[in-house]
Nanobody
Framework: EVQLVESGGGLVQAGGSLRLSCVASGFPFDDYAIGWFRQAPGKEREGVSCIRRSGGAIYYTESVKGRFTISSDNAKNTVHLQMNSLKPEDTAVYYC????????????????????WGQGTQVTVSS
C-alpha cells in the first residue's frame, strides 16, 4: 500500500521560507513521480512542482519558478519542497501526490491525476 505523509507546513511572514517534506512508502518500484499540489480556499487545485524519483525530470509551475526548489532524498524516500520568498498568494493546503508512472512528471503534470495523495499540510503566508 502506497502511503505519502507530508510535514513542514506552518505560518510565515511574506518573504520568509518553509520546507515541506513528503515521505513515500509502498511503491512497488524505485522509479515513480512525486508532485506537489496546492489548493487555496475557493480555488481549484493547482500543480506546483514534480520530480521523478530516479532523476532526470523536474518541473515547476510558472508562479513558483525561482522561488521554490524540489529535491529528492532517495536514501530516506523523502521529497522536499523548499519554498523561499513566500507571498500571501502562496497560502494554501499543500498536498504531496505520487504515481507509479514516472512519466507523470512532465511539463503537463498539473493536468494529470496522480493515483496517491497525502493528507495535506497548511501553509499560511501573512502580509
Amino acid at each position: 500500500e502506497v502511503q505519502l505523509v507530508e510535514s513542514g507546513g506552518g505560518l510565515v511572514q511574506a518573504g520568509g521560507s518553509l520546507r515541506l517534506s513528503c515521505v513515500a512508502s509502498g511503491f512497488p518500484f524505485d522509479d515513480y513521480a512525486i508532485g506537489w499540489f496546492r489548493q487555496a480556499p475557493g480555488k481549484e487545485r493547482e500543480g506546483v512542482s514534480c520530480i521523478r524519483r530516479s532523476g532526470g525530470a523536474i518541473y515547476y509551475t510558472e508562479s513558483v519558478k525561482g522561488r521554490f526548489t524540489i529535491s529528492s532524498d532517495n536514501a530516506k524516500n523523502t521529497v522536499h519542497l523548499q519554498m523561499n520568498s513566500l507571498k500571501p498568494e502562496d497560502t494554501a493546503v499543500y498536498y504531496c501526490a505520487g504515481d507509479r508512472l514516472w512519466e507523470y512528471c512532465n511539463e503537463n503534470f498539473y493536468q494529470l491525476t496522480y493515483d496517491y495523495w497525502g493528507q495535506g499540510t497548511q501553509v499560511t503566508v501573512s502580509s
